[in-house]
């Protein structure tokens, strides 16, 4: 058995460090603290102690600082699937106007801005399309809507659509979708627009997607007057292959195919055709709120910050249409009719003289800031094309659409859209550093460098507040329980009566002894177990 504490040791408050160093876990604080040591080995102990105390503070500062850095790391993975959903398919002619639709009265509000033509060379232009002049006393219209031009004279599809077949199903003009462009009307298969079902594929390979024969009808074409920005010199349609969330950006993403060429189109779904996911500030930059192309913020900010609202989902392009919308409505007062919102479609002039500039000179300042969305899909493509049609070909279409072979030859192409395979690539992004990391390096550090846990942490708090209640609280309370007296020469006795008698030495001689009931009666009046005698 151990020897009982000495009377230092039983009389040591919980306040008192060596006490809290003798009973806390964390190691060295006894070797430092304790009794008994000698001076150098404390010295020693007191060393090492800080030695690992201050490695311990400057490994979890380091992790602290690199979790505040929000690292992130991007995981590839390939995974298989039974069905895909068939993306959107847009189509547009190059040709935005058909030649045999246009009007004096739309070469009186569109030609300049449009076409470039002035307006004494409408007549020249009309005779160049093979159009009858104006009239004698010719009015044009008061009011002319950009949108009806490009919905009355733009390629319509039901001429240009020979044949469509998807899954060797047929499909027709009723499966496409209108939408314009900044090309003009275009047209896109499975666009999921008003709740219609999505179309999905069981199978890739040729013969499983989307097969289409297309007319571009070059007679249509509009004649070359002069060379400016929207002239077109090319033949054929631009497609571009995206999500149903994913509003088209043909004239800017969209891939040609020409005439006379039947183009394979392997897609491979990534997000260039597969499921990539971004992480939100501050580990990434990427959002999942739309931006309202109406919404215009109280204080100017940057153009292309989201704003919350009932709107389709993110998407990047989608973001850009509307930042577009934005800044061209903000500057002229309308929109052009490929942009999404409520602003009225600008008038020719308005395009010519405002909504071009404004356009051109925010693509120049690139000012629309969109961050990635946090989840989108992409579709990844490989073209391939053959020549078409073969000889013996040319003359079975020539007698199925009533036209010549040298006009089969110069318009009609072909177009075959499929899944190169049903696996599809998922990019995603996660973070780096966790709190629970965080939580498991610092714990890690702790026992090595000082042997301590969670518990000795509230082992010091606790100690902390019995140094606090001691220390602070303790003496407050005292001093307001028991204020000091005035010192005096005479000793304040209380009296059987309860008052106090003073008791004054009156002899030359020695002062007689204090009765020994005096001193008992004036220790239990107190909370203290020191007291004072005054002998004179």
């Not at 989108?376 to 072979?405: D, F, G, I, Q, W």
Request: proline content about 10%; aromatic content about 8%.
């Amino acid at each position: 058995m151990e020897p009982p504490a000495g009377p230092e040791e039983a009389r040591l408050p919980a306040s008192d460090i060596r006490a809290f160093a003798s009973s806390c876990t964390m190691h060295g604080l006894g070797h430092v603290f304790g009794p008994g040591a000698p001076p150098a080995r404390r010295g020693l102990w007191a060393a090492a102690v800080l030695l690992a105390l201050a490695t311990f503070l400057y490994q979890v500062a380091g992790r602290v600082r690199y979790y505040g850095e929000f690292h992130h790391e991007t995981a590839l993975e390939e995974r298989e699937s039974r069905r895909l959903t068939f993306p959107a398919v847009t189509l547009c002619n190059v040709n935005p106007l058909r030649r045999s639709r246009l009007t004096p009265n739309d070469l009186h509000w569109a030609g300049p801005a449009l076409l470039g033509l002035e307006p004494a060379e409408h007549a020249a232009y009309l005779r160049a399309l093979g159009r009858p002049p104006a009239p004698p006393g010719f009015m044009p219209s008061p009011t002319f809507d950009v949108a009806r031009l490009y919905a009355r004279a733009g390629h319509a599809l039901e001429d240009m659509l020979l044949d469509c077949r998807y899954r060797g199903w047929p499909c027709g003009p009723e499966n496409f979708t209108t939408i314009f462009t900044r090309m003009g009307q275009c047209y896109t298969f499975n666009s999921g627009a008003d709740g219609a079902e999505l179309l999905s594929t069981p199978k890739g390979g040729m013969g499983n997607g989307l097969e289409v024969m297309l007319d571009v009808q070059q007679e249509e074409y509009l004649p070359v007057w002069r060379d400016v920005e929207e002239t077109p010199f090319e033949v054929g349609v631009r497609v571009q292959i995206h999500t149903q969330e994913e509003p088209p950006l043909i004239d800017q993403l969209g891939f040609g195919a020409a005439p006379g060429y039947q183009t394979f189109v392997s897609c491979q779904k990534q997000q260039a055709s597969s499921l990539l996911s971004f992480l939100p500030p501050p580990w990434g930059d990427c959002s999942s709120v739309s931006l309202d192309p109406d919404f215009e913020p109280e204080a100017p900010g940057p153009l292309g910050t989201p704003s919350p609202g009932l709107s389709p989902p993110y998407s990047l392009m989608g973001c850009r249409l509307a930042c577009e919308s934005r800044y061209v409505a903000r500057k002229c007062g309308c929109r052009m009719m490929h942009m999404p919102g409520s602003a009225p479609v600008c008038s020719p002039q308005q395009y010519k003289d405002c909504a071009h500039p404004a356009l051109d000179a925010l693509l120049r300042k690139d000012a629309c800031r969109c961050p990635n969305p946090c989840a989108s899909t992409r579709y990844a493509k490989e073209l391939s094309m053959v020549r078409m049609p073969s000889r013996a070909a040319a003359r079975y279409l020539a007698r199925k659409h009533n036209r010549s072979e040298a006009y089969i030859a110069e318009n009609v192409l072909a177009l075959d859209i499929f899944f190169e395979a049903l696996n599809y690539e998922a990019v995603e992004q996660k973070k780096a550093y966790e709190m629970s990391e965080l939580l498991g390096d610092i714990g890690g550090q702790m026992g090595l460098f000082i042997g301590a846990s969670l518990l000795t942490i509230l082992e010091i708090l606790d100690y902390l507040c019995e140094v606090f209640w001691d220390r602070v609280l303790g003496r407050h309370f005292w001093n307001r329980k028991h204020p000091q007296r005035p010192s005096s020469a005479n000793l304040l006795q209380e009296g059987p009566g309860g008052h106090q008698t003073q008791v004054p030495h009156l002899g030359p001689g020695p002062r007689p002894s204090t009765p020994r009931s005096a001193v008992a009666k004036t220790l239990s009046a107190s909370h203290r177990t020191c007291y004072l005698v005054t002998r004179l």
